[in-house]
């Protein structure tokens, strides 16, 4: 059995927490102290999080978004696949055009879903999970988050 759960009010039983086999951690939508969502700063408290309330890190996936999220807070959610101007080292951006409006938004970079992958893969945690892959370039781009994870697995 698996779930989604972002980490704020867990609260579950302990018998709830045994009888799940994979929990996705969804390591999106919040900011950190700089703004960026999807960040490595969320994914690592969100995680200590989970440990605290119970839960078995290794069926932890961590949650990697691929689209963003506009830093004014309002409802548009422009996709990394339309970002013109995205490269593989910047998560923020300035002047994204979606939905005819103009504003500024911030990305998980494929640096930073690498990031997050050598984290999942060094903290004994289950994995990563990519939420709207659909959103993502494909994969023979140089700047597609998937690129980007499988350099990090690669790597390390």
Known sequence: MSTALSAGNLGLSDETWERLD??????????DIDGYQSSLQQAE?????????????S?????????????????????????????YWNSKYYNVEDSNQV??????????????????????????????SDCDKTMDNPNSIARGIQNALARY
Do not use: H
């Open 59 to 87: 069926k932890i996936n961590i949650g990697i978004a691929a689209y963003g999220r506009p830093l004014n807070g309002s409802a548009y959610w422009p996709t990394w696949e339309d970002l013109s101007q995205a490269n």
């Open 45 to 57: 408290e969100g995680i200590a999080e989970f440990i605290g309330n119970g839960a078995d890190l």
């Open 103 to 132: 504003y500024d938004a911030a990305f998980c970079s494929p640096a930073l879903a690498g990031d997050k992958a050598a984290y999942a893969l060094f903290s004994g945690a289950g994995g990563v999970m990519v939420f709207r």
């Open 22 to 31: 994979q929990i996705q951690f969804m390591a999106y939508d919040g900011n």
